[in-house]
């Protein structure tokens, strides 16, 4: 089955304690994103990738890091979290950068404490 | 940036009833997608269509890119069609899907 699965699906965690999302997706696409979720503002992009090894900031990158080694992984890092972190975390992919449908994950439930 | 505006912000509806949900969005855009966020949060693909009418069962959705909005209908309402309706578009430049702030819908027995 055609799919982005991201792992955990839900983690609650301390300050400061570092931590990875994990993203994969089975169907050889060329782009992945992060986006976050909350109250209010929306769902925002974090960070982008068009390929193996090019990747770039989205609109809201403080605090995150991310890799893209293989096409079918791309990894959010959140290197020391803090409780403005605390949120719904999307990953999604398409088959090219743009123009075409974007595919989004079950999404990860995270709280900072 | 581009600006997505959906309407109306908030459905109630009773099993069996229809309605129309709006997006308008404020430039030209490469693709816009539905989505249906679901009570545990999951964003599941209703529709890309960037122009033109599609079906899906009960859903169908239209855009008119030239008039810059996109509308999207569900018939016979069921209970399991509550959630939150976003629309997603993508602007010519940029490649993040900018949403709008969403409908929330109710469907009551």
């Known amino acids: 089955e055609a799919q982005v699965t991201q792992n955990p699906r839900y983690l609650i965690t301390v300050t400061g304690k570092k931590l990875t999302v994990t993203c994969s997706q089975n169907?050889?696409?060329?782009?992945m994103s992060w986006y976050r979720q909350d109250p209010g503002l929306g769902l925002r992009q974090i960070y982008y990738?068009?390929?193996?090894?090019?990747?770039d900031k989205g609109d809201v990158p403080e605090g995150y890091k991310v890799s893209r080694k293989e096409k079918r992984n791309f990894p959010l890092i959140l290197e020391s979290p803090s409780p403005n972190q605390t949120s719904l975390y999307f990953c999604?992919?398409?088959?090219?950068?743009?123009?075409?449908?974007?595919?989004f994950g079950p999404g990860t439930r995270l709280t900072v404490l | 940036g581009i600006q997505v505006e959906q309407s109306p912000p908030d459905l109630i509806l009773q099993e069996g009833a229809n309605s129309t949900l709006r997006c308008n969005f404020s430039?030209?855009?490469?693709?816009l997608q539905w989505f249906h966020q679901n009570p545990w949060g999951q964003l599941i693909n209703l529709f890309y269509?960037?122009?033109g009418t599609k079906q899906n069962g009960r859903l169908s959705a239209t855009t008119v890119a030239t008039e810059r909005y996109s509308l999207l209908y569900i018939s016979s309402s069921q209970t399991t069609d509550s959630g939150v309706y976003f629309c997603?578009?993508?602007?010519?430049?940029?490649?993040?899907?900018?949403f709008g702030k969403g409908t929330s819908l109710l469907v009551t027995p």
């Open positions: 999604a992919s398409s088959l090219k950068v743009k123009g075409v449908t974007q595919y």
């Open positions: 169907m050889n696409h060329e782009y």
């Open positions: 990738s068009m390929n193996v090894e090019v990747t």
């Open positions: 430039d030209s855009v490469n693709n």
């Open positions: 269509i960037p122009s």
């Open positions: 997603a578009v993508e602007p010519n430049s940029g490649y993040a899907l900018n």
